[in-house]
């Protein structure tokens, strides 16, 4: 895997149209409210203390992307 800076503040939320977690322990997908038709999920990822779980970006989303 490529080097990337870690941000350890949770002040900051990833913003993706794919996320990629890597983690000890994925949680059960829950539905959260949204639309009908397009229902949105929410998964918990857990890591260790020598181990902590960490999220990247694997595609950039279309409204960022004509930014750079």
Partial sequence: MPEYEEIFD???VLVGEKLVCVARKIGKPRVRKG???HRTQEVTAEGTQSDPAR???AK??????DKF
């Fill in 55 to 57: 999220c990247f970006i």
């Fill in 60 to 65: 950039v989303a279309r409204i960022v992307r």
């Fill in 35 to 37: 639309s009908s038709a």
């Fill in 10 to 12: 949770p002040k900051y």
